[in-house]
């Protein structure tokens, strides 16, 4: 990780030299649909293509700068409502310490920082290694997970990078609602397709240099393709930098 800060800055997204995500690759993330994963999760992207590229520059390459960005496409793209607090599914102990921070730490507080709300580590992870490399099966057992105790009635946003089962999420979910937590809404930075629906429609990884187009009756789970810079400018120039309005969290001032 020391060794990152004396190498050029690069794109998470094509590891082009420059800003840590070039406007190609935010244009293609822009261009990009909402994504359901298993279990209901609602996530701001599909794990596929230039996104799946992003969140694992976060999680393995020290991106960390691009979890502010992906926090914003979360906030805009999936309404969550009015919560009081936001939290995260935290990663094992082991990997935190590898990486010297925990991903969905830093979208929880970039999160709560685009809606105004406090963000403060509620849950604990008790047992269970890092879900990445596992199979299916193995990943539906999930981690277990114990949670701080809190007063009934608060409406937590639990936040976490990749939904592959949705059983981390519902662990946590558990967790907190047997601490006290009234209601818990879930969210992800990306999830692969449903399992329900593998099968029935593909994502296909995104392809550089290729202008995104979408046919007549065309899923918007695909992924879109690398845009020219031209076009990446257009949507620049378009998109809508007010699109956030800031929650509120009344009588919560200490609990960040």
């Not at 190498?7 to 094509?14: D, T």
């Not at 995260?88 to 730490?105: L, N, V």
């Not at 997970?145 to 990749?162: W, Y």
């Amino acid at each position: 990780m020391i060794l990152d800060a004396f190498l050029p800055a690069s794109c998470a997204g094509c590891n082009q030299p420059g800003e840590v995500l070039c406007r190609r690759c935010r244009f293609s993330l822009a261009s990009l649909s909402a994504q359901v994963g298993d279990g209901g999760v609602p996530a701001a992207l599909p794990f596929s293509g230039v996104a799946r590229q992003v969140v694992l520059g976060l999680k393995y390459r020290n991106r960390r700068s691009v979890a502010r960005h992906l926090a914003r496409l979360m906030v805009r793209r999936v309404p969550v409502g009015q919560v009081h607090l936001v939290t995260w599914a935290p990663t094992s102990a082991g990997r935190a310490r590898q990486r010297g921070f925990d991903q969905a730490e830093l979208l929880a507080r970039s999160i709560a920082r685009e809606l105004g709300v406090p963000c403060r580590r509620l849950l604990f992870r008790t047992h269970g290694t890092a879900q990445t490399g596992h199979s299916r099966a193995e990943r539906l057992r999930g981690p277990s997970f114990r949670a701080r105790s809190s007063r009934d009635g608060l409406r937590v946003l639990l936040v976490d990078d990749v939904v592959t089962t949705g059983a981390t999420l519902a662990a946590a979910k558990d967790a907190l609602l047997a601490a006290g937590v009234g209601e818990v809404v879930c969210i992800a930075a990306a999830a692969t397709p449903d399992h329900a629906m593998v099968g029935r429609q593909s994502v296909r990884p995104a392809q550089r240099r290729t202008v995104a187009t979408a046919g007549a009756g065309s899923s918007s789970t695909t992924t879109a393709s690398m845009p020219t810079p031209s076009a990446a400018v257009t949507l620049e120039g378009t998109s809508s930098k007010n699109a956030v309005r800031p929650g509120s969290a009344p009588n919560l001032a200490r609990a960040s």
